[in-house]
């Protein structure tokens, strides 16, 4: 990690010397680095509002007045932080954080967290009191230099500027530093500005949108990543090897599996689970005989859904491979991976192998599904045209019985899942929804995200709106949907209370089964008082989900049956809260 320290600039004046002094030379530092960070690629910029850091706010309101970026303005730093978290994930590209001193600073610190475990690029712009104000209990002071500590990849405290010519080049330095370090994870600049702490905001005449390289371009600091050498793994296909694809992996892990002739077990979040070598049921088939032939184990991305994978990974027997994430922390639960930057395939799989290893997973998985499948056939079309009133009526009490049939876990995971197409986005929150999901949904290729660095339930709504706001800018966007349960949607109700753009459609559906009951499944139900359990670990909450709709200006529905979750899923409202009662 870079870490620095920018001493006080020599302005020449105590020898005579002929420096530029600007009116505020907060004011115009400031804006040379929001102008060096859009020349070298960013997009959005989010900014909580605070007294110390107007100077940046006010460069940036003029540069999205002129086109030149997108301003996403939240007086929650901690939605704040989220929002821009779900920016720079769905874009790819680095997005500044603009907040004052003080607490501001560290209500971003669960975005940063979760920024640092998934290498998304938030770059956090905190605003701070001169040295001379620093260590004397200043109003709104505290230590923010290494606030973040290892969790940015740099991490720079700039002096207050004092109006020395060469400080707008040293802005403009280090908006490029910044996004060149970004491109693998967080971020922290923090700057001091001493009074007048702003003035008037010159910004140069070509700055517009579209006359600025985007990021990744040739020549582009955020393209840079990863300077050190990097290992390739080259490898043969075997008839005893499985892809694991955790999030983050995306079509990689799905290619690579064909080329392997490979079972691929795909999670749900992991943007892999399509093509002819997905595992559905892959937590059943891993303890089986098929689990117990597995030599070798290739991973992509971060798998965090089950315990047969890292149980797999663990076993002495099992040759394990990592394929790393730049900035990432790898995923190594047994503590002996092969860690590699690349995997590449020689000679192509025996089809004769690949029907029997990849055949004999994908059969064992079928039947799983099939076996747990819902009793539910539709009734036979032909009967609704039977000439016998008899067929017509058992017809139609059959097709009410399914549209009147209750809501349960599977039956949302089931149709969030089906009513997603490629133009659409799925975000999973950290419930036990994201893991029925991951048990029964069959291979789509579509976009999912979900915030699996630390798999914390803060922040998924603000992060999806983020999502929202970036993928608005592709050719084809579609519905964001949000499916999350009652305690993420609680936490970040704030995040609802945010006005968004007419072209955002933003569809949050809420799995209400009455608290945490992703802890009925673990030791602590067994061991727990009835009473203490559900007081301090279920911790079910009393919300009126109508009346937090409303109070954000959200449309809202409460479905309970398949019909109104059906009618719910093909909504035309922009923003929509559905609210889902299921049994614990």
């Given at each position: ?8 600039a020599d302005d020449g004046a105590a020898d ?325 930057d690349a995997v590449r395939v020689h000679g ?19 039947a799983v599904l099939e076996s747990e499948a ?211």
């Amino acid at each position: 990690m870079t870490r620095a320290t920018t001493p006080p600039a020599d302005d020449g004046a105590a020898d005579g010397g002929t420096s530029e002094v600007a009116a505020s030379p907060a004011q115009r530092a400031a804006t040379a680095l929001v102008v060096g960070l859009i020349r070298h690629g960013v997009r959005d910029i989010v900014l909580s509002p605070g007294s110390r850091s107007q100077a940046l706010a006010l460069a940036v309101a003029a540069a999205a007045r002129a086109g030149a970026i997108e301003l996403h303005v939240r007086v929650d730093e901690r939605v704040a932080g989220f929002t821009a978290l779900g920016l720079a994930a769905e874009s790819g590209l680095p997005v500044p954080l603009i907040c004052t001193s003080g607490t501001a600073v560290a209500n971003l610190h669960p975005a940063v967290l979760e920024a640092h475990h998934s290498g998304v690029g938030i770059i956090v712009l905190s605003a701070d009191r001169p040295a001379e104000l620093r260590g004397i209990g200043s109003n709104q002071t505290t230590v923010q230099p290494g606030i973040f500590g290892d969790l940015v990849r740099a991490d720079w405290d700039v002096a207050a500027p004092v109006g020395a010519a060469h400080e707008v080049d040293d802005a403009s330095d280090l908006a490029e530093l910044a996004v060149r370090a970004a491109a693998e994870g967080p971020v922290h600049v923090n700057l001091a500005y001493r009074e007048p702490l702003s003035g008037a905001v010159d910004l140069p005449p070509d700055l517009a949108a579209g006359e600025h390289p985007a990021a990744g371009d040739d020549g582009d600091a955020a393209a840079q990543g990863d300077r050190r050498d990097r290992v390739v793994l080259d490898l043969e296909p075997d008839d005893a090897t499985v892809v694991i694809a955790g999030t983050g992996a995306g079509p990689l892990a799905t290619e690579l599996a064909e080329r392997l002739g490979a079972p691929l077990i795909a999670e749900v979040a992991s943007e892999a689970r399509f093509g002819r070598h997905v595992v559905t049921a892959y937590r059943d088939v891993l303890r089986g005989p098929h689990g117990d032939a597995v030599a070798r184990a290739i991973v992509v991305g971060h798998p965090t859904l089950s315990r047969e994978v890292p149980s797999l990974l663990q076993r002495p027997d099992v040759e394990a491979i990592v394929i790393r994430t730049p900035g990432v922390e790898a995923y190594d639960p047994g503590r002996r991976a092969r860690i590699v930057d690349a995997v590449r395939v020689h000679g192509t799989p025996d089809p004769a192998v690949v029907r029997r290893w990849v055949g004999g997973w994908v059969a064992m998985s079928r039947a799983v599904l099939e076996s747990e499948a819902p009793d539910d056939p539709a009734p036979d079309l032909g009967s609704a045209v039977s000439e016998e009133p008899s067929v017509r009526a058992a017809f139609a009490r059959a097709e009410m019985a399914i549209l009147r049939a209750p809501v349960d876990r599977r039956m949302l995971a089931r149709a969030l899942w089906a009513s997603t197409w490629p133009h659409d986005r799925l975000v999973l929150g950290a419930s036990r929804l994201i893991r029925e999901a991951d048990r029964i949904v069959p291979g789509k290729r579509i976009p999912v995200h979900a915030n699996r660095g630390l798999a914390g339930i803060d922040g998924t709504i603000s992060t999806a709106a983020g999502i929202a706001l970036a993928a608005r800018r592709s050719e084809r966007h579609g519905v964001v949907r949000v499916l999350l349960g009652d305690l993420a949607a609680v936490h970040d109700a704030g995040a609802l209370l945010v006005p968004l753009p007419d072209d955002v459609a933003l569809h949050v559906f809420v799995g209400d089964d009455g608290g945490g009951t992703i802890f009925d499944s673990l030791e602590v139900a067994a061991t727990a008082d009835a009473g203490d359990f559900a007081r301090v670990m279920r911790t079910p909450v009393a919300v009126d989900f109508a009346a937090l709709a409303a109070a954000g200006g959200w449309a809202y529905r409460r479905v309970t049956t398949r019909a109104e979750l059906d009618d719910a899923l093909t909504a035309r409202e922009r923003l929509l809260l559905v609210h889902v009662p299921l049994e614990p």
